[in-house]
């Protein structure tokens, strides 16, 4: 990733709220990624400040600056947000566009993400987990994300999209490639690589539509009876490909890596095996702790907002992490409680963009963690875990993550 | 006592469903709350009052009396 420096903060950004922050950058010695926000609060840097860092951009560090950032969508619009700002950009469907247009997409895929939809998926997931842990759980250890969390929603992606599990290496490259590499020339050929695979695939669904989603985003029809125009739907196609992947895998590592310290923790989800429901709101708790991305606005027009002055084009950064943590809202922010009673996090963003695949997201977090406790109930982080392994950025996370058992 | 939901405000988060699915399903369509029963009884009312605080589009409200 090439960092940039805007050439001066723009004037209409007062000195006492420029604060330097880079999002990409972890420092030497840290362990776990989201401790640079949080960082932020304890220096205790203005509530809403400006970074010249990656282009420049404003950070909100509030509960419901951010929670306002997502609802506001006439002045906080998710068309071309990209930071660093990379123009053109594909308008991804239905998240790159703001409502009311954005509903044509979101209504087209709503059906197959609901919470009935999703438990219908429940026994293919199952299966997917049990195949998967089983096949090492008598080696001792694994690389956690290579072994399971980067396979594991990768190998969903493609039961999604009516998908032979054969392909299965060639889209954790692809994926691989998009999330991890910083070589500008590497990341144009890997998403020309990316759309390739999507405009064959969608061509096939349609002469040979199945039950899957490719189809049914390809066969649906607008309200004039006209398939949608071809490059919203590989845009949609592309967007299902990047929002549940590298998302799922660093949640997943996260819950993993804290496990992995913490038998207490690891006790009571064991005790919870049979009772979906509190482990479900034990799952809840570690979906506020660990919320992994950081989610991009761009300002839709020159104003003013907690008296702060906003120019069209400035762009946002709303993270989560920081909202989830915020005092004034949570008890406690700070720790881990799998009874957590009031728990309004917002790692699904809120809003109309809220994560269409949250439910399949929880889903697959939930039964991986109780397969993995039924075949693995205790695990440990092994001694040769390279601590530098973390990684900022809009989703954030871990390149490795080795346990043993 | 009675339950309210806006459905212009729901997106679907589902934890209602998730934490009283006594009374709060969602949509096949959707994937909205419904609720399946406005008047709920008084046993159920610590969790209906849980799912009402969890909503995290606030969503959800409980009204006094029956319905008009
Ligand atoms: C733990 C895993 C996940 C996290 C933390 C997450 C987070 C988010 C967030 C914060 C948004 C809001 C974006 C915005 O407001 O601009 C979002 C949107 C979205 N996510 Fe997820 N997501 C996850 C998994 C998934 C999965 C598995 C899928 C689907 C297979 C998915 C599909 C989507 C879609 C389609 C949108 C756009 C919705 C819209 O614009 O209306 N996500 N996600
Ligand atoms: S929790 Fe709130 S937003 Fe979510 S489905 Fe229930 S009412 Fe709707």
Redesign the pocket.
């Known amino acids: 990733m090439t960092l940039q420096w805007a050439p001066s903060p723009p004037d209409h950004v007062p000195a006492d709220l420029i604060v330097d922050f880079d999002f990409f950058q972890t420092p030497e010695g840290l362990t776990d990624p989201v401790q640079i926000w949080h960082d932020l609060v304890r220096r205790g840097v203005p509530p809403i400040f400006y970074t010249p860092r990656n282009g420049g951009h404003w950070v909100f560090l509030k509960y419901s600056d951010i929670v306002e950032g997502?609802r506001n969508h006439e002045i906080f619009s998710?068309y071309q947000t990209p930071i660093p700002p990379i123009e053109p950009f594909p308008v991804?469907q239905?998240?790159?566009?703001d409502p009311p247009d954005?509903n044509i997409?979101?209504k087209l895929?709503a059906p197959m993400?609901t919470p009935l939809a999703v438990r219908r998926m429940t026994d293919g997931l199952q299966h997917r987990a049990e195949t998967m842990i089983a096949s090492f759980a008598d080696k001792g250890g694994c690389d956690f994300i290579a072994d399971y969390a980067s396979r594991f929603?990768t190998g969903?992606?493609l039961d999604?999209f009516g998908l032979p599990e054969e392909r299965l290496p060639e889209f954790l490259a692809l994926s691989e490639t998009f999330f991890r590499s910083t070589d500008p020339a590497v990341r144009a050929q890997n998403l020309t690589d990316i759309y390739a695979v999507l405009e064959v695939l969608f061509r096939d669904k349609e002469r040979n539509p199945g039950s899957d989603i490719a189809s049914t985003i390809v066969t649906a029809r607008d309200e004039n009876g006209n398939q949608h125009p071809w490059q919203d739907i590989l845009n949609c196609g592309f967007?299902?490909f990047v929002?549940?992947?590298d998302?799922?895998t660093n949640?997943m590592a996260y819950v993993w890596r804290y496990l992995a310290s913490a038998p207490e923790a690891r006790a009571q989800f064991r005790e919870r095996l049979d009772d979906p429901v509190a482990f479900q709101l034990a799952i809840e708790e570690l979906?506020r702790i660990n919320?992994?991305?950081n989610?991009?606005?761009r300002v839709t027009q020159d104003c003013e907002y907690k008296g702060i002055q906003f120019r069209r084009n400035d762009r946002v950064i709303?993270s989560?992490t920081l909202a989830n943590r915020d005092a004034s809202v949570f008890q406690n922010p700070q720790a881990i409680d799998l009874d957590r009673q009031v728990n309004n996090h917002?790692?699904?963003?809120v809003?109309?963009?809220?994560?269409?695949?949250?439910h399949?997201?929880?889903r697959?977090?939930m039964i991986s963690l109780q397969e993995w406790l039924r075949q693995i109930p205790d695990f440990e982080l092994a001694e040769d875990q390279d601590k530098g392994s973390i990684f900022g950025g809009s989703v954030m996370g871990f390149t490795s993550l080795k346990l043993r058992w | 006592m009675r339950i309210v939901a806006n459905l212009q405000v729901c997106q679907g988060h589902a934890r209602c469903e998730d934490l009283c699915p006594e009374v709060f399903s969602t949509d096949a369509v959707e994937g909205k709350v419904v609720i399946e029963q406005s008047e709920f009884a008084p046993e159920l009312e610590d969790k209906v009052r849980m799912a009402v605080r969890n909503c995290p589009e606030g969503a959800l409200r409980i009204a006094k009396g029956t319905k008009a």
């Open positions: 997502y998710t991804m239905p998240q790159g566009v954005h997409f979101r895929l993400f929603p969903t992606f999604l967007l299902l929002a549940g992947l998302t799922v949640t979906m919320a992994v991305s989610i991009f606005r709303l989560n917002v790692t699904f963003g809003g109309p963009h809220r994560c269409m695949g949250s399949l997201a929880k697959e977090i």
